[in-house]
Structure formats: C-alpha cells, structure tokens
C-alpha cells in the first residue's frame, strides 16, 4: 500500500506561507497525490491534486519531488480560517477502481 | 451548499434501535461512498457503490447495511449497534470511482450509540 506519513500537528503564523510535508515513500508511478483538509466537525475539503508536475490553484501549490517520494502543500498566506486537519493522500489502486485511503492527518493552526 | 446532503446531521440511539442515514448528492455523479471517523482514528472507507452496484465493502459489520437505490442516494441502515460504532459518518461522492476527479463530501452525521 501506498500510505503517507504526515507530521501530528504545525503552527504557522497568520499571513505566512504554511509548508506541509508529506513523505509517501512506496507511491506506485501512476498513483496521484491529493490533499484535502477537514475543518472541525464539517466534511473533508478538496484543495489540489498532482502526479508528477506542480500544481497551483486559487487554494494551494502542490510540490512534488522529482522521485515522487515526498510533496509539500503551500498555502501562500495563511489565514485563521485555514485552521484544519490536512490530508495528504495517495489514491490507491484497487480490483475495483482508485480509492481514497486518509491517514491521520497533520493539525494546522493558524496563530494570530 | 457542498452538493452532497447527510440527513439527520446528529443521531442518538440505543443498541436495540433501527435507525438510518441518508446521504443524497445533487452532482449528477455515479459513485458514491461511506466513510467513518472515529475519534482520534483516520477516516474508513466502508463502502464504495458505483453505478448503483456495491463495488467494496471493506470488512464492515453486517450490523451497517448499505443501500443505493439510485445514483442520487446512498443509505446506511443501522441496527444492534455497538457504542463503538459512536462516530461521524461521512458521505461522499465522485464522478466515477477510478477517475482522477476528487470526492465531494457532505458535512457528517454524528452518531452516538448509547
């Protein structure tokens, strides 16, 4: 299995760049990485996705190494509402189709 | 408005009751998913339904009984529960499982089983 291990917890100051790492070692060459975060007791939240290029959007910029083995989320300037559980995901191949499988997560807060 | 809907958003039930969720997407997708988080745990997929047709069950308790009676709608029938089962369960969907497009989630039910 492709799984991914993600610091427990970050603080980032409000208006700072916040770089999450992600190591996810064993990634197979077609399996993309996504990230999604979970703001308290609400559904997870889609932000970006990518295979082997950067990715950017109106949310985040998504790094990944050029081995695959590791990505960062950016997210260019923090704001308190960007406080959350982030996920960082390697969609997983399945006899029926790609899955997502969440790990822990690392626990973002955002400091004034 | 995510375009997916959980009803009821909080559930509170005895080990004996019958209760269920219900999860409705207003996407147009064609699969749709339970999850389960746990306290302190990482969300479980449970199951996976593709085209109205269960496509995974990951090792689930047949005390949780899935239902898709079409691709807007997702059930999960509850009975003889445990106070383990005590968790958010979340649904979600996507255009098509295996497609590159991301799960759109609902906001929960949170579930206590007493």
């Known amino acids: 299995d492709a799984k991914t291990t993600q610091p427990t917890s970050m603080d980032c100051a409000e208006g700072r760049a916040a770089n999450l790492p992600c190591n996810h070692s064993?990634?197979?060459?077609?399996?993309?990485v996504y990230w999604y975060r979970q703001i308290h007791s609400q559904g997870p939240q889609y932000i970006i996705h990518g295979l082997k290029n950067n990715e950017t959007n109106e949310m985040a910029s998504l790094i990944i190494t050029e081995d695959r083995k590791s990505s960062t989320l950016i997210l260019p300037h923090a704001t308190l509402r960007d406080t959350a559980v982030y996920y960082c995901?390697?969609?997983?191949?399945?006899?029926?189709?790609?899955?997502?499988?969440f790990g822990t997560g690392t626990s973002l807060t955002v400091i004034p | 408005e995510t375009g997916v809907t959980q009803t009821p958003r909080h559930l509170v039930m005895g080990m004996t009751n019958k209760k269920s969720l219900k999860c409705e997407q207003h996407l147009g997708h064609n699969a749709m998913y339970w999850y389960k988080q746990s306290a302190k745990k990482p969300l479980e997929l449970m199951f996976v339904y593709s085209l109205e047709e269960r496509v995974e069950n990951n090792s689930v308790p047949s005390r949780f009984s899935p239902e898709c009676p079409n691709s807007s709608h997702l059930f999960l029938h509850l009975h003889t529960l445990q106070p383990e089962d005590s968790a958010l369960y979340l649904c979600?969907?996507?255009?098509?499982?295996?497609?590159?497009?991301?799960?759109?989630f609902g906001e929960g039910s949170r579930l206590t089983v007493l």
């Open positions: 064993t990634i197979s060459g077609n399996e993309y």
């Open positions: 995901i390697v969609r997983r191949t399945t006899n029926t189709g790609n899955q997502f499988y």
């Open positions: 979600a969907s996507s255009e098509r499982p295996g497609g590159t497009g991301e799960l759109f």
